[in-house]
């Protein structure tokens, strides 16, 4: 994290202003990765920077595109979302997972969120998240 005045920037992304993320959205069906991009593009107003079916996909893609936020669905085949997590601790990347029902929460460990949740309630769980994981201590703007 590099602090300059009041702004903080991790990565490419830089804080103090509207915060432009770079999402990787991973999810074993089309037609729920083609809904979050049009979420993700249209009323959050972010790039989605490549998509993924399985988590090992999900993986590759987030390392390749040094996506930001990588968004996967938390029963995606292929790799556990535990092990996506563990496998991107080391990055930038923060990782949220989707979930279809609300009693999943329970099982999971990291920001998560229901897919069906409104645009503003998915910014919202998102850029708490990304304040978590790179430590910005209420920074990050909308």
Same mark, same amino acid.
């Given at each position: 994290m590099v602090q300059n005045g009041r702004s903080r920037s991790v990565g490419n992304v830089k804080f103090g202003a509207p915060v432009n993320l770079? =999402?990787?959205? !991973?999810?074993s069906v089309t037609a729920a990765r083609t809904s979050l991009r049009q979420v993700v593009e249209g009323p959050l107003g972010w790039q989605v920077v490549g998509e993924a079916a399985d988590g090992f996909e999900a993986v590759r893609v987030a390392r390749a595109t040094a !996506? *930001?936020?990588?968004?996967?669905?938390?029963? =995606?085949?292929? &790799? $556990?979302?535990? *092990? =996506?997590? !563990?496998l991107l601790a080391s990055s930038h990347t923060v990782v949220v997972g989707l979930l279809d029902r609300p009693e999943q929460?329970?099982?999971?460990?990291? $920001?998560?969120?229901?897919?069906?949740? $409104?645009? *503003? !309630? &998915?910014?919202t769980r998102i850029l708490a998240a990304v304040e978590e994981r790179w430590h910005l201590g209420g920074v990050v703007g909308t």
């Amino acid at each position: 994290m590099v602090q300059n005045g009041r702004s903080r920037s991790v990565g490419n992304v830089k804080f103090g202003a509207p915060v432009n993320l770079r =999402i990787a959205v !991973a999810d074993s069906v089309t037609a729920a990765r083609t809904s979050l991009r049009q979420v993700v593009e249209g009323p959050l107003g972010w790039q989605v920077v490549g998509e993924a079916a399985d988590g090992f996909e999900a993986v590759r893609v987030a390392r390749a595109t040094a !996506a *930001d936020v990588l968004l996967v669905e938390c029963t =995606i085949g292929g &790799l $556990p979302l535990s *092990d =996506i997590r !563990a496998l991107l601790a080391s990055s930038h990347t923060v990782v949220v997972g989707l979930l279809d029902r609300p009693e999943q929460h329970a099982a999971q460990t990291g $920001p998560s969120t229901l897919k069906t949740v $409104p645009a *503003d !309630a &998915l910014r919202t769980r998102i850029l708490a998240a990304v304040e978590e994981r790179w430590h910005l201590g209420g920074v990050v703007g909308t």
